[in-house]
Every structure is written in structure tokens, then in C-alpha cells.
């Protein structure tokens, strides 16, 4: 469905959204970096976790602002693509060493993520007009839904409520994925099209990864105080 662009915005909904997004989450750094008092760890993995967000939100709201011709287009339209993964593995980064013990837990799972996600990014950026849509959204999605296992041992040891924030994000971010590839719900014609109910989802997501972090990390020392053997 076309959509119905206004002055300096080529897509307005999705542009707003995600560029409204990336300040917003860029304020919510603070006090996430806050919550780690005095660990240094914890205050490096979510600082990656906080820088990929915005990344991801700023290519995306500045490629949406754009006309859809020209060379800008090209390069933030694989910008877009190339920082999902890496919002992908900036999720795992604080998730994996800070919430669990063993040396795979920690560090192997977390290797393996950004090991698929720098390759997922060579892959897009070099093959970008050659990947089928559903491989594209196959790619993202099995990289996400890798930390199914992850969820699993947490949830084991503390109970679903404690898990509850990464399910809700994972499946937003899955149904508006979805919802984008099936072209369906269009909320309101010419402006709330299937892609910006997939952006909104992005939001969803996002913000239920930034409150589990929020609310989970421990206290004190998360580093030597893992929540989960694994």
C-alpha cells in the first residue's frame, strides 16, 4: 500500500517512530549504565547493548525520511538491514555474561551470536538485491530465536515471570516481522501500513529487552554473581 509522505519524510510513521525512538532509548542508557554501580563488565555490555538500539533505530528513522531513489537510499537501506544483526547480538551481550556461569554460557553462546551476526552483515551488505525476503527474515529471526536456550535455563531456575520481559520481546519482534512479510494489518490506510506495525513492534521488543535488564541485573558484582548455571 502506498503511503502518504510529508514534507521531509518519505514515510512518516516509520521514520517518527524509530527516530523518536533512538532518543528515547539513548536517555534510557543512563540509568540502565546506572544500575550497574560499580561493575565494569555489566557497564560495558550494556553500553553495547544501549549503542546497538540507537544504531539501529537512527539507520532505520533516517532511511525512512528519505526519498526512495538515489545513492543515500542504497547505503542506509543496507545500514538498516546490517544493524539488525547487530541489535540482535547487542541483546545477547549483557544477557549471556551476566546472567550466566559457565564459560559457554557466558562467552561461548555470546561468541557464536556476533560470529553469525558479523557474517549475517557481510552476507546482506554483499548480496542484498540476491537474498529472497524470506531468507532475509529467516536469517533474522533464527539468530534471535537462538536464545530460546538461553531463556529456557533462566526460566528453569527462576520461574516464567522472571523471563516473561524476553518472551514478550521476542515475540513482539516476531509479529511484527511477521506482519511485515504478510503485508497485513494495515491500521490506517495511507499512514499505518504492515511495516510500521513491524516498526512499532521493533519498539515493543526493545523495550521489554531494556526493562528485563533493568529490573534483572543484579546488584552487586553481577560478574561473579551469575544468576543461572549454563
Known amino acids: 500500500m502506498d503511503i502518504q509522505p ?23 542508557a543512563v ?22 538500539v540507537v544504531l539501529l533505530l537512527s539507520m532505520s528513522g533516517v532511511y525512512h525520511l528519505l526519498a526512495t531513489e538515489g545513492t543515500a537510499h542504497e547505503v542506509f ?21 551476566l546472567f550466566f556461569r559457565s564459560g559457554w554460557g557466558r562467552w561461548g553462546v555470546l561468541a557464536l551470536v556476533w560470529s553469525l551476526a558479523i557474517a549475517g552483515i557481510a552476507l546482506k551488505v554483499t548480496f542484498f538485491d540476491a537474498i529472497p525476503e524470506a531468507l532475509g527474515l529467516s536469517l533474522y529471526l533464527g539468530l534471535g530465536w537462538l536464545g530460546l536456550g538461553s531463556g529456557i535455563a533462566l526460566g528453569r531456575r527462576h520461574g516464567f515471570r522472571f523471563i516473561a520481559p524476553l518472551v514478550w520481546g521476542g515475540l513482539a519482534y516476531t509479529l511484527g516481522a511477521v506482519a511485515d512479510f504478510a503485508r497485513w494489518p494495515t491500521l490506517v490506510p ?22 528485563f535488564f533493568y529490573s534483572r541485573l543484579p546488584q552487586r558484582h553481577p560478574a561473579r554473581k551469575p544468576l543461572v548455571m549454563g
Do not use: E
Open 31 to 52: 540509568p540502565l549504565w546506572r544500575r550497574c554501580g560499580g561493575c565494569r563488565l555489566c557497564r560495558i555490555t550494556t553500553a553495547v547493548f544501549s549503542f546497538t
Open 190 to 211: 495511507g499512514v499505518v501500513a504492515p511495516h510500521a506495525v513491524m516498526h512499532l513492534g521493533v519498539l515493543g521488543g526493545i523495550g521489554c529487552f531494556w526493562w
Open 77 to 97: 537501506l543496507r545500514l538498516d538491514h546490517a544493524a539488525i544483526f547487530a541489535l540482535i547480538a547487542g541483546s545477547f551481550t549483557p544477557l549471556q555474561p
Open 6 to 28: 510529508v514534507p521531509g519524510f518519505t514515510h512518516p510513521v516509520s521514520s517518527l517512530t524509530h527516530l523518536i525512538g533512538a532518543g528515547v532509548f539513548a536517555l534510557l
